[in-house]
């Protein structure tokens, strides 16, 4: 089962960074990737005192009119002037392996720009020789739409081009039309693209909503969603409907098998894809022996209630449900999500990042959250985010996106300029330089985690097996290596906790997430504290 060397996309931690809110270079208040390498040392220098992150994963950079901020791409090949160039993008790169650090850059595959050069030639004319690389349909009789497809975004899925008298489709903006997968040509030249870049040196791809690729051949109606809220906005047909047809068609996986062939002709890449599904649906995405996405991502943390339950279900029905080859990842938080210290606080997010940081599998760590950032505060006025203009100011993705907190300095030292989103107003008192110094602070214990797992057999690549606790508020389990054990044992209460682990789970507590316990556990009771975690290295 256990290859004999755990391939890095195995051992690592992924970090996240949204470029436009990391580090900006040039005082024009957005990030950029000289920026991401100015705080390399701060990623992982090889010592306890940075965060010892050994992936990150970049999110779009490519030439884009932003109208969905980088995932409306011009050019798959080359880096937005806002951002830097290719050259800057390759000293990332050459920086990045020199410290042992791999980059997965984003894949956005299943739609283009509006305004790049292939959809302009798509556009011009119906006989243009790129009309077919895009879905474009007739409208009805009646001159309705081809069919009842919503956007994400909101509003219907189609858009009439006066131009050339047809429809073209996009299940996002306007402004990111969508190519057509079927069409041969498309998967050649997108297939270049991976070349183009894995050539480049990155290590990996996260493919954007990859199971979107190919859309029903007839373009059937989807059924309605009988179970959607009330409370949803009026413009959000997406939401309204079941999405039988629209998306996960079984075609999509030779896609993906295809992805993996061309990875596959480099030494040791990765490809990840972001996918919504239920478990058996979602399962499927790892190909048969392996053949498919190394790690489809595992969103269900995101939308399982914080408890400890629940927490443990979810977790135990992922592994019962992965095949052999399958390895497991989590992700807690990511650029489209709210702040997970703001969905289940400040206190609880220390008791998820132990959770994320000790389950079996491949963590992914969204920028900022090693130091509990909340929900930016953005005013009504001031929204950006596409989503959040359409579907209402609450659906505003903006919040996951406020610039990354490094000192007390101006800005909280992100810009010398007027940072594109507001500055979280407590950056003063709570940012990366602060909590550096505070031996218990969040960032502390995320670094602790982070090397403590690096250099832990058992947390790397040990056997996962939940544990009985005896208290409904704690999750408690075990990861066992021939090298040693380690227990988990979490609170995710308020209320302290009496739990009592099973033998095989008794030792030495090597960290709490309030980082100020270390002890040999003697008895058979273990209090945990409130919203406490502890790791046990077990005798
Ligand atoms: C993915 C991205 C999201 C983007 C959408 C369209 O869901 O994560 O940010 O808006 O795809 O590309
Ligand atoms: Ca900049």
């Given amino acids: 089962m256990l290859t004999q060397r755990q391939p890095w996309w195995q051992k690592g931690v992924i970090y996240q960074i949204y470029p436009r809110s990391f580090m900006d270079s040039n005082a024009d208040g957005i990030g950029d990737l000289q920026g991401i390498l100015q705080k390399l040392d701060y990623l992982n220098d090889g010592t306890p005192d940075s965060l010892g992150v050994d992936v990150i994963w970049i999110s ?9 901020f980088g995932y409306d791409v011009a050019d798959y090949c080359d880096v937005d002037p806002l951002f830097g160039d290719l050259a800057i993008f390759d000293r990332l790169v050459e920086e990045s392996h020199r410290r042992g650090i791999k980059i997965i850059i984003d894949y956005v595959p299943n739609h283009t720009s509006d305004r790049h050069p292939w959809f302009q030639e798509s556009r011009a004319s119906r006989s243009s020789p790129k009309r077919d690389w895009y879905l474009w349909r007739d409208a009805r009789p009646d001159g309705s739409m081809p069919n009842n497809w919503g956007s994400v975004f909101g509003g219907p899925a189609w858009t009439w081009d ?7 489709f996009h299940q996002f903006l306007k402004e990111q039309p969508e190519l057509n997968w079927r069409n041969p040509e498309v998967r050649a030249a997108m297939q270049d693209v991976l070349h183009f870049w894995l050539r480049r040196g990155v290590d990996g791809f996260r493919m954007d909503v990859v199971a979107f690729l190919i859309k029903d051949a007839e373009l059937r109606d989807n059924p309605p969603n009988l179970n959607a809220p009330p409370s949803l906005h009026p413009g959000d047909l997406f939401g309204r409907q079941l999405h039988h047809y629209n998306e996960d068609q079984d075609e999509v996986q030779e896609l993906i098998r295809e992805f993996r062939r061309v990875l596959d002709q480099y030494e040791d890449r990765c490809a990840i894809g972001e996918l919504f599904y239920e478990l058996p649906r979602w399962v499927r995405y790892y190909g048969e022996n392996g053949n498919g996405l190394h790690l489809p991502f595992n969103f269900r943390l995101l939308h399982t209630p914080w408890q400890a339950d629940a927490i443990r279900q979810s977790v135990d029905e992922l592994e019962a449900v992965l095949p052999p080859f399958g390895w497991p990842n989590y992700v807690l938080g990511n650029h489209d999500q709210p702040r997970l210290a703001s969905r289940i606080g400040s206190a609880q997010a220390r ?14 760590l969204y920028y900022g959250d090693e130091l509990g950032m909340v929900n930016g505060v953005i005013p009504p006025d001031l ?11 609450e659906r505003t993705r903006d919040v996951a996106r406020t610039p990354m907190l490094w000192t007390a300095g101006v800005q909280a030292g992100f810009t010398t300029g007027d940072p594109w989103l507001p500055v979280a107003a407590d950056y003063t008192t709570n940012n ?11 960032l502390s214990l995320v670094r602790k985690l982070l090397w403590l797992r690096q ?40 209320q302290e906790q009496h739990i009592a682990l099973p033998a095989a789970a008794k030792g030495h507590v090597i960290l709490s997430t309030h980082l100020d316990r270390e002890e040999e556990l003697s008895g058979k009771d273990l209090l945990l504290r409130a919203n406490e975690g ?3 290295k077990v005798r």
């Avoid at 779009?60 to 969905?68: H, N």
């Avoid at 006066?162 to 073209?168: A, I, R, V």
């Avoid at 008791?351 to 963590?363: F, K, S, Y």
């Avoid at 389990?477 to 380690?486: C, E, M, T």
């Fill in 60 to 68: 779009p950079f490519y030439p884009s009119p932003m109208a969905d």
């Fill in 351 to 364: 008791v998820a990042a132990m959770l994320l940081l000790t389950l079996r599998g491949t963590p992914t």
């Fill in 432 to 442: 990366a330089t602060v909590q550096s110094q505070d031996p218990r602070s969040m």
């Fill in 383 to 393: 929204v950006q985010d596409p989503q959040g203009l359409r579907l209402g100011a």
């Fill in 534 to 536: 502890l790791l046990i």
């Fill in 162 to 168: 006066e131009g050339s008298g047809q429809f073209y």
């Fill in 455 to 494: 250099r832990s057999p058992a947390l790397l690549e040990g056997t996962y097996r939940s544990l009985p606790s005896g208290s409904e508020a704690c999750f408690a389990y075990l990861r066992s290596h021939p090298s040693g054990d380690y227990a988990v044992a979490l609170n995710f209460s308020a």
